[in-house]
């Protein structure tokens, strides 16, 4: 088991920025590929971004590009995504997920992680 706990939610207006953060408590990650996904009412639950074990390689959801910035500090067991310019549609719970990956390998697929938190929910106010 992986236990992840995300942080950093809550209620921001349109045009802010905020912080998650993603901790793995008594477990190191640094061989996990850690993704994030969020997911709003009604609808399902979407990558956002994923980074591969050491954070040299990214991918992000298109609608959030150039907008949010996904790293890790794998000597706290931590990953971050760092969300600037945020608009009413990225209103959702946010959800850190980990997978076991012995290489270098960004993991987009949801059924493809083990482990996720709880989720941190975000609102943006217009």
């Known amino acids: 088991q992986v236990p992840l706990v995300e942080s950093g939610g809550g209620l921001v207006q349109a045009g802010g920025s905020l912080r998650l953060s993603c901790v793995a408590s008594?477990?190191?990650?640094?061989?996990?590929?850690m993704g994030w996904f969020r997911q709003a009412p009604g609808k399902e639950r979407d990558l956002v971004a994923a980074?591969?074990?050491?954070?040299?390689?990214?991918y992000y959801g298109d609608s959030v590009k150039g907008r949010f910035t996904i790293s890790r500090d794998n000597a706290k067991n931590a990953v971050y995504l760092q969300r600037n310019s945020l608009k009413p549609e990225d209103t959702a719970v946010y959800y850190c997920?980990?997978?076991?990956?012995?290489?270098?390998?960004?993991?987009?697929?949801?059924?493809?992680?083990?482990?996720w938190g709880q989720g941190t929910q975000v609102t943006v106010s217009s």
């Open positions: 008594g477990r190191t990650v640094s061989s996990y590929a």
């Open positions: 980074v591969d074990w050491n954070g040299g390689k990214t």
């Open positions: 997920d980990a997978r076991f990956d012995g290489g270098d390998n960004i993991v987009t697929r949801r059924r493809d992680y083990d482990y």
